[in-house]
């Protein structure tokens, strides 16, 4: 329901295209970025690396 109250909204007040624009460039920079992972070309200085969990600390 909550969705369908937006899509109204948004059908009677459209963003302005400068936004528009904004979401599709995030969301295509998003896409880029994650074939360039599933490619193999991400470099490897550019991975997060977990750190060990040490015992006794759990809050």
């Known amino acids: ?21 904004l979401v599709f460039g995030v969301i295509a920079l998003c896409l ?5 992972e599933a490619m193999g070309w991400w470099p490897d200085w550019a991975n997060a690396e977990r750190m060990p969990r040490r015992p006794g600390l759990r809050p």
Do not use: E, K, Y
Not at 1 to 21: D, G, Y
Not at 32 to 36: H, R, T
């Open 1 to 21: 329901m909550h969705w369908l109250l937006r899509m109204s909204r948004w059908a009677r007040n459209p963003p302005s295209t400068r936004r528009v624009v």
């Open 32 to 36: 880029l970025i994650a074939g360039i």
